[in-house]
């Protein structure tokens, strides 16, 4: 599809169950309006990172149904701007980044639930696990980028426990329960431009 044709279709509306919802293509993660991050449990307070480098593709189909998700995020991008804590984080305790230089989502279905809402089913490979995951999401609307070409935004989240997937290091403290929690919150921002 040329630029020009591109372009004509990002003002083109369509609607599924009364929301008006981007054109069918192929889109890309704009690293600079795209957020992966996570909150988890230190002790009594909660801690908020997020991985900074990563990639990822979305088909958006005829219908909602029909789109798919593809992301890779790479381990090594985590900051939750503490070194010695990021560090610990990189380790074999945790994301064993150096065996384990990226962690995967594939899509395996898309679901709307009423309104802009909609739940995307999944896999989560980490440290070589894969496990299946669903997160909870909200369409936030399209329209043309800068370039006139179709964008969208969207956010979803989903809580996992870390030990489903290898992440059982933990440290008992003296007032009871452990260092770290067990679950983990992980919240996505999303930006995607159509690139075809």
């Known amino acids: 599809m040329s630029s020009q044709e591109m372009t004509?279709?990002?003002v083109q509306g369509r609607e599924y169950q009364g929301v008006s919802i981007p054109p069918v293509g192929t889109y890309e993660l704009d690293p600079t309006h795209t957020v992966v991050g996570?909150?988890?449990?230190?002790?009594l307070s909660k801690v908020r990172g997020q991985f900074t480098e990563f990639a990822g593709t979305i088909e958006v189909g005829h219908s909602p149904q029909d789109s798919h998700v593809v992301v890779e995020v790479r381990t090594g991008s985590i900051t939750t701007h503490t070194?010695?804590?990021?560090?610990?984080?990189m380790s074999g305790d945790f994301l064993e980044i150096e065996k384990h230089p990226v962690l995967a989502f594939k899509s395996t279905a898309v679901r709307?639930?009423?309104g802009t809402?909609?739940?995307l089913d999944g896999n989560l490979t980490i440290k070589g696990i894969t496990k299946p995951v669903t997160l909870a999401g909200e369409f936030l609307g399209w329209g043309p980028d800068m370039e006139g070409k179709p964008?969208?935004?969207a956010s979803a989240r989903t809580t996992i426990d870390r030990e489903d997937w290898g992440m059982t290091w933990n440290v008992a403290v003296e007032a009871g329960g452990f260092l770290v929690g067990k679950k983990v919150d992980l919240e996505i921002e999303v930006e995607a431009h159509r690139v075809s």
């Open 112 to 114: 709307p639930t009423g």
């Open 117 to 119: 809402s909609f739940e």
């Open 83 to 89: 070194e010695k804590r990021d560090q610990h984080l």
């Open 38 to 43: 996570f909150v988890a449990r230190h002790m």
């Open 151 to 153: 964008m969208f935004a």
């Open 8 to 10: 004509q279709t990002a």
